[in-house]
């Protein structure tokens, strides 16, 4: 006989690992849960190859919602893992959280939709404060403001972590809880007669039956829906990350992100950044070669601009890593497959995929559980918008 577990979960990154911890340890899931995962080194995954920052500032509430979720669970990490009956991995003490803020900045041409995005903040409890030039510039005395119309930032509930430590701490408390996780790639399904989810195939272990699929594939998650027919337009995009020093210190350097495309941010003694990325074509799913021609011909010049001190940087290293972009609208796809209702999609994030982990794991979760969300209506990020041509675009996109 074939093996059977309730729940099969394809990749075993954050999202997947986030759902197999909230089933098994946040919500007492009785249930077998099976997690699929090819990496088990995770060097190719983009939880590992994250910048791990987290931010409020987006234009749609339920984004807000998640990584509201988000930043409590890092905060309050210790407390939320400590129930966990951990063997031989115990949580770290904390996730490496460091409070600190986005700043969002505009020029004349972009004053009009920071405003109306700082509105939808503040309506949904986002403690943002929109900057005049001036303000800005005694508030960010190392930035160049000759070419601003203002900016955004906030007063709490952002920063940046350590993805690695989020992803090993909920793989481990998963694996305690007794979430049982395999090396090995998920290829397709087996339908029943009534459209259902009957089976999850494997490259080695062959069918697995299932009660509920979860494809949190990542950039792999559209080659996996096409094997159950269905049509994800969710493509792997490179985004190149660039570690440089500069020997002037910049105090309280939040994480900027420029009108140009480019954003940086602290990292200790030295500082990460990422240039424009126009254009932006599809990438292979393992194509990680950086083009660190990028750093000379694109970010220097528009961090020299933003920081003059930063005319005199050094860069230091660099890595690629991957959105699973969704060139629809640039938001997930969470939730059922409308016509198969137990195979949930988990897929799509277009670079927040990280820091809403523990959000979207716990919704997912407790669509498994309770067969609806019970935290926060993740609704609007379902299936069906794509296939009635509805987008909820996300135009907070780094």
């Not at 490259?203 to 699929?213: I, L």
């Not at 990020?381 to 509805?390: E, K, M, T, V």
């Amino acid at each position: 006989m074939r093996p059977e577990f309730d729940v099969v979960i394809a990749g075993g990154g954050a999202v997947g690992s986030s759902c197999a911890f909230h089933l098994k340890c946040a919500l007492n899931f009785a249930g077998s849960v099976l997690v699929v995962e090819p990496d088990s080194t995770y060097r190719g995954a983009a939880s590992t190859r994250s910048a791990s920052s987290i931010r409020l500032q987006f234009s749609t509430p339920v984004n807000i919602a998640l990584s509201g979720y988000g930043f409590e669970f890092l905060r309050d990490a210790p407390a939320r893992l400590q129930g966990s009956r951990l063997t031989e991995l115990a949580p770290p003490a904390n996730l490496g959280l460091v409070p600190s803020t986005y700043l969002y900045l505009a020029t004349q041409g972009g004053r009009a939709s920071l405003e109306e995005r700082a509105a939808i903040q503040r309506a949904h409890s986002v403690p943002v404060t929109l900057h005049e030039p001036a303000q800005l510039a005694s508030r960010y005395p190392w930035l160049n403001t000759a070419d601003l119309a203002g900016g955004c930032d906030t007063a709490a509930g952002e920063g940046w972590f350590d993805g690695q430590a989020l992803l090993a701490a909920l793989r481990a408390a998963a694996q305690a809880g007794g979430a049982v996780y395999v090396r090995d790639r998920a290829t397709g399904f087996e339908r029943s007669p009534d459209g259902r989810i009957a089976a999850v195939h494997l490259a080695e272990r062959g069918a697995v039956g299932c009660g509920f699929a979860v494809n949190a594939a990542g950039t792999r998650s559209a080659e996996l829906a096409a094997a159950a027919g269905v049509d994800l337009p969710v493509r792997p995009r490179k985004r190149n990350v660039f570690v440089f020093t500069c020997d002037t210190p910049l105090p309280e350097c939040p994480l900027v992100i420029d009108p140009c495309g480019l954003w940086f941010r602290s990292e200790k003694d030295r500082f990460l950044c990422g240039p424009p990325t126009l254009p932006d074509p599809d990438v292979a799913p393992d194509d990680f070669e950086v083009d660190f021609e990028l750093f000379d011909r694109s970010a220097w010049p528009a961090l020299a601009h933003r920081v003059p001190v930063f005319e005199a940087i050094r860069m230091t290293s660099g890595w690629a890593g991957h959105y699973d972009y969704n060139t629809f609208d640039q938001n997930a796809f969470i939730g059922p497959v409308p016509g198969a209702g137990n195979l949930l999609l988990a897929s799509g994030f277009s670079g927040h995929g990280l820091q809403q982990a523990p959000g979207v794991g716990r919704g997912l979760a407790e669509l498994i559980r309770f067969g609806a969300f019970q935290s926060i209506d993740l609704t609007p990020l379902g299936y069906a918008r794509y296939l009635s041509n509805r987008p909820l675009r996300e135009l907070n996109i780094i």
